[in-house]
């Protein structure tokens, strides 16, 4: 599948990667197959059902309530968290997922049943990546920026008067 990557070492950046290809896939299945087969009900034109493989369980995975990238954002937020904890998060939460795959023996590592096939990640550094914080030169290019919104957004200001939607409506 294109742009689905699986190397020897997958890391944070190869599940960002993977993610968004669930999520073009996802698009893909419910704009062409489920779209078309609605459409050819409607009008009535008789068509053999396509079948293929639904990823939307994949995505909630990801996306959902306690889905990975959620509990990656809640340990990230722990002060004394490590990847492991992460892992070990992962690994109680996400268990029962028939996509999750909990790898024997390495504290760092999970899996997932993508729709390409099975990648394992070693998560080592996703804690500090998500973290990973903006350069203090972005945030002041950012708050001189001179569109308004830009430096609303980038500005922290204590004045209660100006929000977003006063910043919006003025522009």
């Known amino acids: 599948m294109s742009g689905f990557e699986n190397f020897q070492v997958n890391s944070f950046e190869q599940l960002c990667i993977n993610v968004a290809n669930e999520h073009l896939q996802y698009y893909f299945n419910e704009h062409i197959f489920l779209q078309e087969e609605q459409d050819y009900r409607t009008e009535n034109v008789s068509s053999d059902k396509v079948e293929f493989q639904n990823n939307e369980d994949l995505i909630d995975l990801f996306m959902g309530t306690l889905g990975i990238f959620a509990l990656l954002d809640e340990e990230s937020r722990f002060p004394k968290a490590n990847d492991e904890s992460l892992v070990q998060k992962f690994h109680i939460h996400c268990k029962n997922h028939v996509?999750?795959?909990?790898?024997?023996?390495?504290?760092?590592?999970?899996?997932?049943?993508?729709?390409?096939?099975?990648?394992?990640?070693?998560?080592?550094?996703?804690?500090?990546?998500?973290?990973?914080?903006l350069s203090a030169n972005l945030i002041e290019c950012m708050e001189k920026s001179g569109i308004e919104l830009i430096s609303y957004l980038f500005t922290i200001n204590d004045d209660t008067s100006s929000t977003p939607d006063t910043v919006l409506s003025s522009s």
């Open 99 to 133: 996509r999750y795959i909990r790898p024997r023996g390495n504290e760092t590592a999970f899996g997932i049943h993508h729709y390409a096939g099975k990648v394992v990640y070693d998560a080592r550094g996703f804690l500090e990546k998500n973290r990973d914080n």
